[in-house]
């Protein structure tokens, strides 16, 4: 095995867990509000970039900033159809609502696009870096940045800005939030476009990796639930750390033991983590950090 | 001068049972009104309804007009944003934002409240220790501080109307003497406040309407000078009725 070039893959895949997830942190840490539509809305967003590609042949660099659009308003979308389970954190009915709209989508998808493996083609993907020992692509180094830059900028939001502060006034309380005069369903619209717009963007970014289906949507949603309560459910920061340690436990078991049983055993692990530390995944309040 | 407050037929009941019902209610501008009663007299569950806010979800009628305005149908937001603002019993300051986020988080709403805002300046003048403490975040704050930080972002909110549930719960009682004190003195400044109170020697040295509530009801009300002989007012709360 070659260890340098398993942990530098443990690197990139752990950058896509974690852009992959961290809408959904977002959400679940300031709105308490979980979407199980999540892996589908990454299926749309490579789907509408590849899309966009191929009907229209607009550049990869043109479809990506689209695909986000289109993210951003699927996630408003649903936050206007389930307005009012948003705002009584109604969780039991959200997840089964998130549930059906992602097999909506899925749905749509399969209609739209057909049942093919598709692939969304990013020029930056043939072009390999590094030398004999370790490589990787320059979509690799564009993911891994992407993250960094999306996490990094989430947290100056978050603790930094205006904005900031009310996502943090409506996730720790939000009738006071409604004395300091703050209106709570904007907030709650804003999260949940970034949620769409986060997903759609990670799917631009490591869709590329390999080929694409409209039923790719399970193992995302999967992972972004293992990493997110890796995390200490809804810690911004939690999420990068358990995205990065999540990728490379999977390029290191993938390659000591077998592909074939990644997911299972990461779920085994995940249980693991529950049983053991049950206490610690609560972020409570303190998500931001 | 504003903040006029004039009540009429306010119900407001839980599940089936009427907490609150009260005929009239008027809290004249620039005073301090206070209303005491007893632990569960519905003194909370009628100040929370002026401001039409609720951590539970009663039902209220009735007719709530602020300088004129008919206030009746306006949401607890849009209330704070239009100048009452409540400093709820309890949790009232977020204790993850910081003590100067607190206090620069309701600001942007004050524009057209009309009352007077307080900068952050004059803010800290008036509580020098939430200025030692601005970088803290309220989860580290003491029970007196963030009463200070809870009735401070409150005036940021440029009030005409302050609505004060119990500021004094739970603090020692050299501070709610200096609580109430700094109340008084916004008042003389023209603030016009309905305070809630259990602490009723307190209250009385610094209100000039005293209302007194028993089972959701006012049983009695007026001037500070005239209520302080009430025999019922001597007997339930200045330790009176012994002799
Ligand atoms: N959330 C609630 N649900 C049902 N009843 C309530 C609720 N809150 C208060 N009450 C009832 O309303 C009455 C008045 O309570 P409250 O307004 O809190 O009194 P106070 O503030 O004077 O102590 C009490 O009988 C109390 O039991
Ligand atoms: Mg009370």
Redesign the interface.
């Known amino acids: 095995m070659n260890v340098a070039q398993q942990f530098a893959n443990g690197i990139i895949i752990g950058h896509a867990y974690a852009l992959v997830a961290v809408g959904w942190t977002l959400l679940l840490g300031a709105a308490r509000l979980v979407n199980f539509g999540h892996g589908q809305m990454y299926m749309m967003g490579a789907f509408v970039a590849w899309w966009l590609m191929s009907a229209t042949g607009l550049p990869y660099a043109a479809a990506v900033p689209l695909a986000v659009l289109v993210g951003a308003l699927l996630g408003a979308l649903m936050q206007r159809l389930f307005l009012r389970l948003t705002l009584s954190q109604d969780l039991v009915n959200l997840m089964i609502a998130t549930l059906g709209f992602g097999q909506i989508l899925q749905g749509a998808a399969g209609l739209a696009f057909g049942a093919k493996p598709e692939r969304l083609t990013s020029p930056l993907q043939a072009i390999t870096l590094g030398g004999a020992r370790v490589s990787c692509s320059a979509q690799d180094v564009l993911l891994v940045g992407a993250t960094i830059v999306v996490f990094l900028g989430l947290h100056w939001v978050l603790r930094r800005s205006?904005f900031g502060?009310?996502v943090?006034?409506v996730?720790?309380?939000p009738?006071?939030a409604?004395?300091?005069?703050?209106?709570?369903a904007p907030v709650y619209l804003a999260i949940f476009a970034f949620e769409g717009a986060a997903v759609a963007f990670a799917a631009t970014l490591v869709a590329p990796r390999t080929p694409i289906l409209t039923s790719i949507g399970f193992e995302q949603v999967v992972m972004t639930f293992v990493v997110v309560v890796l995390g200490g459910i809804g810690s911004v920061g939690g999420s990068y750390v358990a995205g990065l340690l999540l990728g490379l436990y999977t390029a290191f078991f993938s390659a000591l033991v077998s592909p074939a049983y990644t997911t299972a055993s990461v779920f085994a692990l995940l249980i693991v983590v529950m049983v053991v530390r049950p206490g610690k995944l609560a972020a409570s309040?303190?998500f931001?950090r | 001068m504003s903040g006029r407050l004039e009540i009429r037929d306010l119900r407001v009941a839980y599940d089936r049972a009427i907490a609150v019902s009260v005929d009239h209610l008027g809290v004249a501008p620039g005073t301090l009104a206070t209303v005491i009663g007893a632990n569960g007299a519905g003194k909370s569950t009628l100040i929370n309804a002026i401001?039409n806010?609720?951590?539970a979800a009663p039902r209220l009628s009735g007719a709530i007009t602020v300088d004129g305005e008919d206030f009746s149908r306006v949401?607890?937001?849009d209330r704070?944003?239009r100048g009452v603002?409540?400093v709820?019993e309890g949790?009232?300051?977020?204790?993850?934002?910081t003590v100067e986020?607190n206090l620069?988080?309701?600001v942007?709403?004050?524009r057209g409240a009309g009352g007077r805002a307080y900068a952050l300046a004059e803010i800290y003048d008036l509580f020098p220790r939430l200025y030692e403490r601005r970088r803290n975040v309220g989860a580290a704050l003491s029970g007196g501080e963030r009463q200070m930080l809870a009735i401070a972002?409150a005036l940021r909110?440029a009030p005409r109307l302050l609505l004060l549930d119990e500021p004094s719960i739970g603090l020692a009682p050299r501070l709610v003497a200096l609580l109430l004190a700094t109340i008084r003195t916004l008042v003389d400044g023209g603030l016009t406040v309905l305070l809630v109170e259990q602490n009723v020697v307190a209250a009385l040295e610094v209100t000039d309407v005293l209302y007194l509530l028993e089972r959701g009801r006012l049983i009695a009300g007026g001037t500070v000078a005239a209520m302080r002989d009430d025999p019922r007012i001597i007997a339930s709360y200045l330790g009176g009725g012994h002799g």
Not at chain 1, 178 to 184: D, E, H, I, K
Not at chain 2, 91 to 97: D, I, S, T
């Open positions: 205006r502060a009310a943090r006034m996730a720790e309380d009738p006071l409604a004395l300091y005069g703050l209106r709570v309040g303190g931001a | 401001a806010w609720s951590r949401s607890a937001c704070a944003r603002v409540l709820p949790r009232g300051v977020f204790m993850g934002l986020e620069r988080a309701g942007g709403a004050a972002r909110m």
